[in-house]
């Protein structure tokens, strides 16, 4: 197992994973405020379908277009600044939410998302190889889940906040500008606290040409990013995973209302279901990876929870397939600190090109949910989804996680042949 190196010598883990983990901790606090607020600036934009179809692909074209460029900042700037460049990029975002609610703007609503976008593909393009590289490689997943940790509780303390300004069930459209420009704030405090914060600068095995003990041999002799097979696999299995991540948490209400019917009491109880799973999962993850079982192997076990857990959705009937999907939560906690370390080892010089091409395997986020939606529509022969309908587009799943499966067990390997 190759080894990374810190540049800036005499720093321990402790000092950069608590920076990076406040860094989580404020970021899914705003992601919280704002994941309550903008549904709400949705609907009081009244979109038609095909406007909201474009506000999903305004917040994930974003990772498409900037996740090459974000790799360019990178490589000049380093990852701490490329952090702070994130954070003021995804300010300027959360503060265009404001004239798009004043002056019930759709463009500058849509202009919004696709900034906060390009700061987010930016911020995953640094955090998520430097949390990775920053200590050795078999526990780069177990470091992931505490920095999920650290964001879903954050996540969870966005609307109670929000509580102490709005009435939440009765939310005014003049009354968001004071939430966004608190998160807004915020996220320049945390750009200001990033660049004073003493977080060393990391470099991967290799990745430092003039550095020949640790250079990597797979690297040194490849001329392009697209000669890394099981990068490119493991884009493809970031991809899967965004949207399987995704999948349940966009489909749970509609799912809980097919089985119990549309007139259903507070549907959106049902919301925090697939997150508490995925809390558990990171719990798993941060106690006992790689002391209990590598990450490798834990990302195979839980993907094999993921396939399990789909088939009980498809099969089992009622309730018990809504609590499937916390199951898939549960599965999908580890996946993606376990692909990271996979598909970016002895990657060398071709590092941070490789992380932003990963982050471009985000979009999944959007592409998997739309496809289910599309087989819904397909399946269904009456104006309102049926529990069939639902149970038939979720075979999504399925050929999701055994791509997943395929990469943790034979994919990855492929740079040892």
Known sequence: MSTNKITSKGNTLVIPLLIVGILFFVIGFGVGISGFLTPFLKDALHLTVTQSYLVTAAIFSAFVVFGSPAGWVIKKVGYKISIVYSLLIMAV??????????????PIFLLALFIGGVGNTLLQAAVNPYVTIVGPMDSAAMRMSLMGIMNKLAWWMGPVFLGLFLDLKNVQLDQVSFPFYIVTGILVALSVFMYFAP?????????????ASVASSYAAGKTSIFQMPHLLLGVLALFFYVGVETLPMASIIGFAKSIFGENMANPEGYAKYVPIGMFVGYIFGATMIPKVISQTNALRLFTMIGLIASLCVIFIEGEWAIYSLIAIGFANSIMWGAIWPLAIADLGKFTKTGASLLVMGIVGGAVIPLIFGFLIDFFKTTEVASTADYKSAYWIF??????ILYFGTIGFKIRKK
């Open 93 to 106: 975002g959360m503060v265009l939410f404001v004239p798009s609610a004043n002056l019930a703007s759709y």
């Open 199 to 211: 977080l060393p600068e990391v470099k991967a095995a290799g990745e430092d040409e003039s550095d």
């Open 398 to 403: 399925i050929p999701a996680y055994l791509f």
